[in-house]
Each structure stands twice: as C-alpha cells, then as structure tokens.
C-alpha cells in the first residue's frame, strides 16, 4: 500500500516542482529515436516448434526446458448472462508462478525539480523495439539474479536503505485476459542522494512528470507500465 504520508510529501513536491521542471520532451524524444538506430537489436516471427529451449509436455502445454519463466496453458471461462459477450469460451493463458516489480526511481534536483528515471527497454513486440519503462522492469527471477542473465539493474534500491524513501507499492493485476492470476508490485522510490547511483546514459534518462505526460500523448513512446505507476499521483 502507499504510505500516506510519504505519496502526500511527493505530491505536495510535485506541486512546487510544475513551476520550474522542464515540460517539453524533444530532447528525449530525440534521444529515443536515435538510440532506436543505434541498438543491436531484432525480432521477428518464428514458428512454435523452432522455439529453441521451450517444449510441449504432454498435456500439451508449453514449458521451459528449465520449468522457470511462463507457461502457456488453456483455461476455460463461463460466465452468467450479461457478464461478457459470450456465455463461455476456452482460450490459451499466460501462466507464471512469480509476477514481477515495476518501479520508477525519482529525485529532486533545484534546477528541474522532481525527476524520474525512465528505462529505454526493448522488448520484441513493441513498435520500435525500444520505449520508455519504469526504472526496474523485472521478474523477481531476474531480480535475484537468474542463471544465465544478468541480475535487474538497481535492484538493491527494493531493501530499505538510508537513501531511499519507498513513495509507494501496491501490487496491480496483469491483463486478465491473457495472464492467470499474475499481479506485479509497482512501486515509486524517492532516492535522497541520486548521485549515489551508477546510471548507464545509454539506457537511462531523468524526466519531469510534465515530460513525461507529453510523452504519453506521442504513439509508442512511453510504455504502459509507467501509465500506471504514475496514476498514483
């Protein structure tokens, strides 16, 4: 839940902050769009049974080799009258026995005010590759460092420490129609001193909540995860 007191300290902050944070976002919207060209990084569609590392078992459900990550399953819906278009259907699920965190870094600066740490993340369904996601953006396997990948960025900031202040946490529902029961922890961490932090520039830009409210109005820019975080202020 949000600490009352801590999410009103920030609000009241980003009140005073309106006077003086940047509100145009050319400049990031610029450095997106070139990072974009810059990065090695492609996707396209491949066919199930070429899927390297995945396997059918044989209920037919769809597995890692490692059994981590998701599953894909099927789930079967009724449903009284009125409730959906349909009174029942069957369909393919999302599975995952840990959902994940979502949280956005934030700091005060004199100069721009309130700030927020967004993450350039690719992922390969999305228009562009690359958008801007919360600072962490991760399942809590990566988080504890999965085998074979490399451990989320910043993630020690989730354990009480001096220099952070937790704004807020609350867990919220994946997209019920394709994930079963997955819910994530969003999260808004105030960092006293973010000179304290090893920041890759490559990856990482500061933005005012006014950026980043432009931002959302621009197609495939801002991903949705931020959306939701934010809407608590």
């Not at 919360?134 to 504890?144: A, F, H, V």
């Not at 932090?197 to 621009?218: E, F």
């Not at 197609?219 to 959306?227: S, T």
Request: include cysteine; charged fraction near 20%; charge should be negative.
């Amino acid at each position: 839940m949000a600490d009352a007191s801590n999410i009103g300290w920030l609000r009241e902050r980003l009140k005073l902050s309106q006077a003086i944070e940047p509100g145009d976002p050319a400049g990031l919207l610029d450095w997106l769009e070139q990072r974009r060209k810059e990065i090695p990084f492609s996707a396209e569609l491949i066919a199930l049974h070429d899927v390297a590392g995945w396997q059918q078992t044989a209920n037919g459900n769809i597995v890692h080799k490692t059994g981590q990550f998701f599953s894909i399953e099927g789930v079967r819906v009724r449903s009284a009258p009125g409730v959906r278009e349909i009174a029942g259907w069957d369909q393919p699920i999302l599975t995952q026995t840990e959902g994940g965190v979502l949280a956005l870094l934030c700091r005060e600066t004199p100069g721009n005010g309130i700030e927020f740490l967004l993450q350039a993340k690719a992922d390969p369904g999305n228009i562009g590759y690359l958008q801007f996601c919360p600072t962490i953006q991760s399942t809590w396997e990566n988080i504890r460092g999965l085998k074979g990948a490399r451990p989320a960025a910043f993630a020690e900031l989730l354990d009480a420490s001096p220099n952070v202040r937790l704004i807020y946490r609350s867990k919220h529902n994946e997209e019920g129609s394709r994930f079963w029961q997955k819910t994530n922890e969003n999260m808004i961490l105030f960092v006293e001193d973010a000179g304290l932090l090893a920041i890759d520039h490559l990856v990482y830009r500061w933005a005012s909540l006014s950026q980043i409210k432009q931002m959302i109005l621009s197609d495939n820019v801002v991903g949705p995860y931020v959306r939701t975080i934010i809407s608590a202020l």
